[in-house]
């Protein structure tokens, strides 16, 4: 895996943190140290996993950690393992020093920043398959992305063992797998769902907006739109079949290259046929803008 390195600069790692009062840790041991002098205080601890490129959206992860843990511990670490194209990877964006800036203005405890050889020593053999829960929209779509994030969850989990864990319903199927992982494995911690902030005109935050230019971000509302329409057409008794026409008809008057638009229930994230004893649906939607990949989705209560 050497072409990973090319995105850690040692130097300007070292500069980052020179400039912050928060705890900053690139290595596993002086982490784990630390962590363990909070627990001996009876200390609950908090893990924020992030790939960096924060936003708001980030930091209400960090603020529900803060109102719930002690110890509130972030992670920052673009996981080459879990993109399925290096082009991603290599235009995935990294603000550091701003990253670590903004957590330390939030009052974030610690950050733990990782090289890619110290998350990976070896390159891990460890497979993942999470069945049905990955066998749709993203899973389908970025072949291998849940076993990446699988294996690096399940090290930061091992690294930190927090008592609380928050995960955004920006990524709900992560999510969902993600919570599977915490029962199959019995990592014993609580794991916590953060709704999705969004920009004031709907734009979901996400570290990706940042390639977008000005008229790009006009184009990607219409992620959130189809989301409102959807939300729309389901709650007055019309289809799912019926909404997935409706809603590829409006990406047409849009630089939106649509991948999927799926409703799946809550619980299973299978698709939904017949609504009437659906209960709680999620829409989700992906699509590229500008060659940039965007995801969203919108959690519908159905009561009929
Ligand atoms: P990322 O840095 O993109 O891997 O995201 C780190 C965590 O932040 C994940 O649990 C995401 O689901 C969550 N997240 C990303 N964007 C948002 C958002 N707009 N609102 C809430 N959580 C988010």
């Known amino acids: 895996m050497p072409f990973f390195h090319i995105f850690y600069d040692e130097k300007l790692t070292f ?19 630390y962590l363990k002098e909070g627990r001996k205080s009876g200390m609950s601890i908090g893990l924020v996993p992030t790939m960096g490129a924060l936003h708001q959206g980030h930091l209400a992860l960090i603020d529900e950690s803060l109102k719930e843990a002690d110890l509130t511990v972030a992670t920052i670490f673009v996981n080459p393992t879990q993109f ?16 670590l800036k903004m957590l330390e203005q ?8 990782p090289s890619v050889e110290q998350m990976y020593p070896n390159l891990p053999e460890l497979q993942f398959n999470f069945g049905k829960l990955e066998s749709v929209m993203e899973g389908a779509f970025r072949p291998g992305h849940f076993n990446g994030v699988g294996v690096v969850v399940s090290k930061l989990f091992n690294i930190v063992q927090p008592d609380y864990a928050y995960f955004g319903q920006k990524d709900l199927q ?14 014993g911690l609580q794991l916590r769902r953060v709704p999705i902030y969004r920009e004031d005109d709907g734009l979901a935050m996400s570290s990706r907006n940042r390639r977008l230019s000005e008229d790009g971000k006009k184009q990607a509302l219409a992620l959130y739109k189809s989301l409102q329409l959807a939300e729309t057409m389901l709650k007055a008794g019309d289809s799912p079949a019926d909404v997935q026409v409706a809603v590829e ?22 698709p939904v046929k017949n609504i009437s004893d659906a209960g709680t649906v999620a829409v989700c939607v992906a699509g590229y803008v500008e060659d940039v990949r965007l995801i969203d989705n919108v959690i519908i209560k159905l009561d009929f």
């Open 106 to 113: 939030r009052g974030c405890h610690a950050v733990f920043v």
């Open 249 to 270: 008809k409006l990406f047409d008057s849009h630089e939106v290259k649509i991948e999927y638009i799926e409703i799946v229930g809550l619980d299973t994230l299978e």
């Open 15 to 33: 500069a980052a943190i020179q400039n912050v009062l928060m705890e900053v840790f690139k290595e596993i041991f002086p982490l784990k140290s």
């Open 174 to 187: 992560q999510y969902m797998i993600v919570n599977r992982l915490v029962d199959d494995l019995s990592f």
């Open 84 to 99: 399925n194209n290096a082009d991603d990877l290599e235009k995935y964006p990294r603000t550091l020093e701003a990253d």
